[in-house]
Structures are given as C-alpha cells and as structure tokens.
Nanobody, 128 residues
C-alpha cells in the first residue's frame, strides 16, 4: 500500500515562506509524477502544482505562479513545495498526491480524478 505523509505546515505571517515536504512509501516513487493540491475552508480542493517523475518539468497554478515551486528527490522518495511571498488567501490544507498512471507524460494532470493516492494533508495558515 502506498502511503503519503506531508509535513512542514504551520502558521506564518503574510510575506513569509514555508516549505512543505511529502514522503512516499514504496519502491515505485520515481515512476510517477506527483501533485500538490489545497483546500481552503468552504471551498473545493484545487490544483496547486505538479512535477514530472524526473523533476525536469513542473506545472504551477496561475494563482501561485512565481511564488511557489515544486521539486523532488527520488533518492529520498520526497517531493517538496516551496512557498514564498505567502498571502492570507493561501491559507488551506495542502495535500500531496500520486497520479493513477505511471510514466513521464505531459501535460501533467491537474484534476483530482487523475490522482489515486493522497496524503492526510498539512495545514498552512497565513496571517495578515
């Protein structure tokens, strides 16, 4: 069974930074792209970022482009979301997810239904 565990969330002031990590169990981590989503109170979960299996390409949502970056370390089974210049509207529970399909394909998936495994989420709160 694949398990995803996020860490790194917390409370930060507007303009600050946080670094989220997601560690994935299993030997097939490097076969898959990875994605990040978030869900704010009262809102639907939305796509934030995705990264190819090799880490050579990322797709970033317009709402966070230029502030968030995704990276991965396949040797450590870890994917990271670096969040800079945080805004109060970035407050949400952040989830990492693994897509249903393995492989190095583009475009990267942005829909929840394209993902099979999810972490439990980590809370990010940005104060104004």
């Amino acid at each position: 069974q694949v398990q995803l565990v996020e860490s790194g969330g917390g409370l930060v002031q507007a303009g600050g930074s946080l670094r989220l990590s997601c560690t994935v169990s299993g030997r097939t981590f490097s076969w898959y792209a990875m994605g990040w989503f978030r869900q704010a109170p009262g809102k639907e979960r939305e796509f934030v970022a995705a990264i190819t299996w090799s880490g050579d390409h990322t797709d970033i949502a317009d709402s966070v482009k230029g502030r968030f970056t995704a990276s991965r370390d396949n040797a450590k089974n870890t994917v990271t979301l670096q969040m800079n210049s945080l805004k109060p509207e970035d407050t949400a529970v952040y989830y990492c997810a693994r897509p249903k399909n393995a492989g190095n394909y583009k475009p990267l998936p942005r829909l929840e239904l394209d993902y099979e495994y999810w972490g439990q989420g980590t809370q990010v709160t940005v104060s104004s």
